[in-house]
């Protein structure tokens, strides 16, 4: 019987301090319930004019064999790349993008594929940091023996500024946005209770927009049209809301 009247005398001593646990955890959650918050989402955007530019080119050779398609297209890279850097472009700005060697084949009707010769490539990307030498520089590629140039893309060198003017426009949109569903509610904004950003800027692609035709000197360049380019930055916030 004394053994019944201390299990039961433990168990309501163990009872009373789970609870006293649990007390202050309900008491968050229930001033957590109590709260009324508001989860938002905005953007901003800064336009600014380009800096630097991109450009993907290439050349390609088709020869009998391979090793004879690889050393022509060699020789005319070389020329290629001696060109861009007699037009200022540093040896950090010029990077590999892709090589290859592929067999040429003939397809015929009930014959099986005949073997032609081997396509070599080389395709090279190129920052340009001096805008006004664009045109005279895809020229020189040109010239040089390019027989591709394609994916022209502009950008900024550093998009710091751009990125922190996209920030506080962003802000201000997630404040004007809180403010009316407050004003729509019947509430008020009681604080900012979280802010998060949303993995960096994005630049985005330039419009066609008319801005300049680049010329090289004494003579007409390719025209190159730089528009501007879109910094976007996508941020969240926490508001508390009260009446």
Do not use: C, W
């Amino acid at each position: 019987m004394k053994s019944l009247m201390r299990a039961a005398a433990l168990a309501a001593v163990l009872s009373a301090a789970s609870m006293a646990a649990a007390a202050p955890a309900r008491a968050e959650a229930d001033a957590a319930f109590a709260a009324t918050t508001l989860s938002l989402s905005a953007y901003g955007e800064a336009r600014v004019d380009p800096d630097m530019a991109t450009i993907s080119l290439g050349v390609e050779n088709q020869a009998p064999t391979a090793a004879a398609a690889m050393q022509a297209n060699a020789a005319q890279m070389s020329r290629v790349v001696a060109a861009l850097k007699k037009a200022g472009i540093a040896d950090r700005d010029l990077q590999t993008a892709n090589l290859s060697l592929n067999p040429q084949y003939v397809y015929e009707q009930n014959q099986p594929p005949r073997l032609t010769g081997y396509q070599a490539s080389n395709q090279l990307s190129i920052t340009v940091r001096d805008l006004a030498k664009l045109g005279a520089v895809v020229d020189a590629t040109v010239s040089a023996g390019a027989t591709n140039v394609s994916q022209i893309s502009f950008g900024l060198t550093n998009p710091v500024s751009a990125e922190n003017t996209a920030r506080i426009a962003a802000v201000k949109a997630l404040q004007d946005k809180a403010s009316l569903y407050a004003n729509a509610t019947g509430y008020r904004i009681s604080r900012l209770v979280n802010l998060g950003e949303g993995g960096g800027y994005q630049v985005q692609p330039p419009r066609p927009m008319p801005m300049m035709a680049f010329k090289a000197a004494g003579a007409d360049a390719t025209p190159v049209e730089a528009g501007s380019v879109k910094v976007r930055v996508d941020i969240t916030g926490v508001f508390e809301m009260s009446h």
